[in-house]
C-alpha cells in the first residue's frame, strides 16, 4: 500500500525565514505526490504535484518541492515565510492498489513569528 | 471558473437521524470525491464517482452512501447518524481518474452530531 508521513505535527518559522515542511513517501511504483494547504474553517487547496515530469516541482504562493527517490522525500520549501502562510499542510499520495483515492498525511500546521 | 460548490456549509444533527451533503463540481469534471476530515487528522477517503458509476468505496459502514448524477453533481448520505460522525464532509472533483488528474477540493460541509 502506498502511504505518506509528515515529521513534524508543528512547525513555526520567523516572517522571513526559510520554510520546510518534510514529507516521506511509502511506494511500490513510481508515486504521484501532491501538496495540499488548509486554512482554516476551509476545504484543501492544490499547492504543487510530482507526476515525474521532472524532480523539482514549484507550486503556487512561492512553494516548491523536490522528489528525492533515494530518500523517498518529497519536502516542501519556500525561501522566504510570510505571516499569510500560517495554515496546516498535507502530503498525500495517490493510491492504486484496491480503490483509485489520495491517502493523506496527519497534517502539518505551520506558525508564523512575526 | 467557479470551483467546487458544497452545501449546507454547517449542519447540526442528533444521533440517529439522516443526512444529506451536496457537491456540485467544477464545470467540465466528471469524477467526484468525498473525503471525511475529523478534527485533527488528515482526509480519508469515502467514495469516488465518475461518470455516474461508483469506481471506489473507502472503510466505512453501509450507513454511508452517494450518488452522482447525470450533470455530475453529487450526494453523500448518512445514515442513522453517530456521535462520532462529526466531521467536515470535503467533496473533490477532477477531469478524470487517475493520479494525472489532481483532485480540487470545495470547502467542506461541517456536520455536528449531538
Known amino acids: 500500500a502506498q502511504s505518506v508521513t509528515q515529521l513534524g505535527s508543528h512547525v513555526s518559522v520567523s516572517e522571513g525565514a526559510l520554510v520546510l515542511l518534510r514529507c516521506n513517501y511509502s511506494?511500490?511504483?513510481?508515486?504521484?505526490l501532491f501538496w495540499y494547504v488548509q486554512y482554516p474553517n476551509q476545504g484543501l487547496q492544490l499547492l504543487l504535484k510530482y507526476t515525474s515530469a521532472a524532480t523539482l516541482v514549484k507550486g503556487i504562493n512561492g512553494f516548491e518541492a523536490e522528489f528525492k527517490k533515494s530518500e523517498t522525500s518529497f519536502h516542501l520549501t519556500k525561501p522566504s515565510a510570510h505571516m499569510s502562510d500560517a495554515a496546516e499542510y498535507f502530503c498525500a499520495v495517490w493510491s492504486n492498489f484496491g480503490n483509485e483515492k489520495l491517502t493523506f498525511g496527519t497534517g502539518t500546521r505551520l506558525t508564523i513569528i512575526p | 471558473d467557479t470551483g467546487v460548490t458544497q452545501s449546507p456549509t454547517h449542519l447540526i444533527k442528533t444521533r440517529g437521524q439522516q443526512v444529506t451533503l451536496r457537491c456540485s463540481p467544477i464545470?467540465?469534471?466528471?469524477?467526484v470525491s468525498w473525503y471525511q476530515q475529523v478534527l485533527g487528522q488528515g482526509p480519508q477517503f469515502i467514495f469516488q464517482?465518475?461518470?455516474?458509476?461508483?469506481?471506489g468505496r473507502g472503510n466505512f459502514p453501509d450507513r454511508f452512501s452517494a450518488r452522482q448524477f447525470p450533470n455530475y453533481s453529487s450526494e453523500l448520505n448518512v445514515n442513522a447518524l453517530l456521535l462520532g460522525d462529526s466531521a467536515l464532509y470535503l467533496c473533490?472533483?477532477?477531469?478524470?481518474?487517475?493520479?494525472?488528474?489532481?483532485?480540487?477540493f470545495g470547502n467542506g460541509t461541517r456536520l455536528t452530531v449531538t
Open positions: 464545470s467540465g469534471h466528471k469524477s
Open positions: 511506494s511500490s511504483v513510481p508515486p504521484y
Open positions: 464517482y465518475y461518470e455516474k458509476e461508483e469506481r
Open positions: 473533490a472533483s477532477s477531469v478524470a481518474t487517475g493520479g494525472n488528474s489532481p483532485l480540487h
